[in-house]
């Protein structure tokens, strides 16, 4: 069975966490602090500060810039739902824009169409690997006075004119989810050139301590274990070999859905690298098995898939409880109608391209 996700787990992860076991020293401490210094140095940014998953990063995020009761965030209704949740956890109100439908990332003309005097933020999110517009969300957090927060959960490596997302917002927020392009087991980071913002997540997922048993505001248990440390580390050392791979397969898989009536491989938007956290296939009225019946053929096939998202964040039961219409997100709501995902990790050989290609054509 070749399964949509695959994580890699090796000798030198193996090693770091029977290091961090024969220490004795589990909790957050000395192998968090490398990690953190080593992903800082990866993305080129200041400084990163881990969490206890990728959740927990947006939510400390939204705390650090001071997102409250009365402010609006405006993201994206094409995502996980933690996009979204973690302004709710604030008290503040999430606005939703369309997508693209081609990128299935935020459009920013849509988005600056629903700034108000109540809005704090933009929160895009580079979604399945690629990259959003951010020259244009700058520009239009800048013109605005808007924080920006990169939603970069799905995105570890990926590069916008050449520079890696989570060093364009104010501040930038990973997952590191096992399914992710690397993982921690659980775990999450938020990132910042912002001295200020830093010591404010700090603050934040440490029970607001200072220094200890000094608490100068209300904090949280959020941090990262030395144990998930131990792995990321050696995880982040093969995060750009394994980037490639993905890459590499995602072209192989591309050239030939191209050539295959009423499927539409994901589109590559100039000037980024995409990693492929996932590989999105859109489904067109026009194929003849249509979404679900290709699925149950790939399935037959020893083949995984997955559908990411089968719903729309406003269409989700909390959200239309609360009065939010997923009518209006019309690219939104038809990616989610439209697309599932292939099987695109390190692991997968051309062989197992080689057989996806050949079950969907038809």
């Known amino acids: 069975m070749v399964n949509i996700a695959n994580p890699i787990i090796g000798e030198e992860e193996l090693e770091g966490i029977k290091e961090v076991l024969n220490s004795g020293m589990l909790a957050q401490g000395e192998v968090v602090a490398k990690f953190e210094k080593e992903f800082s140095d990866y993305l080129g940014v200041e400084h990163s500060k881990a969490v206890s ?35 709710l956890f604030q008290g503040a109100k999430p606005v939703f824009a369309d997508v693209k439908k081609e990128t299935f990332n935020l459009d920013p003309e849509k988005v600056e169409e629903k700034i108000t005097s109540d809005t704090k933020a933009i929160l895009p999110v580079h979604l399945f690997g690629q990259p959003a517009e951010m020259d244009a969300f700058m520009d239009i957090a800048e013109d605005h006075d808007l924080y920006l927060i990169e939603d970069c959960a799905q995105a570890h490596g990926a590069e916008y004119d050449g520079k890696k997302v989570g060093g364009f917002g104010d501040i930038g927020t990973f997952s590191f989810y096992p399914t992710k392009n690397m993982t921690t087991g659980e775990g999450g980071i938020v990132v ?28 949280y248990n959020l941090r990262m274990t030395n144990l998930a440390a131990a792995i990321g580390r ?72 997955a559908v990411h998202y089968p719903k729309i964040i406003t269409d989700q039961p909390l959200y239309r409880e609360n009065g939010y219409d997923g009518g209006q997100y ?17 692991t997968v050989s051309e062989k197992d391209i080689e057989d996806m290609l050949e079950v969907m054509e038809v």
């Open 53 to 87: 998953n990728g959740t927990a990063a947006l939510d400390v995020a939204l705390k650090a810039i001071g997102v409250g009761k009365g402010d609006e965030v405006i993201t994206s209704p094409f995502s996980f739902i933690a996009s979204s949740n973690c302004i």
């Open 192 to 219: 910042s050139d912002s001295e200020e913002l830093s010591e404010r997540a700090d603050l934040i997922r440490d029970h607001g301590q200072s220094k200890k048993y000094t608490h100068d505001i209300l904090g």
């Open 234 to 305: 050696a995880q982040l050392k093969r995060l750009d070999d394994w980037n490639e791979k993905r890459r590499k397969n995602a072209y192989k898989l591309t050239s030939g859905i191209e050539d295959i009536d009423g499927l539409v491989p994901p589109a590559v938007a100039d000037g980024v690298k995409h990693v492929f956290h996932q590989y999105v296939v859109k489904v067109e009225n026009d194929y003849p098995l249509g979404k679900e019946g290709l699925r149950e053929k790939l399935h037959e096939n020893d083949i995984g898939t």
């Open 330 to 346: 019309k690219n939104a709501k038809g990616c989610a109608e439209k697309v599932f995902s292939l099987p695109i990790h390190p």
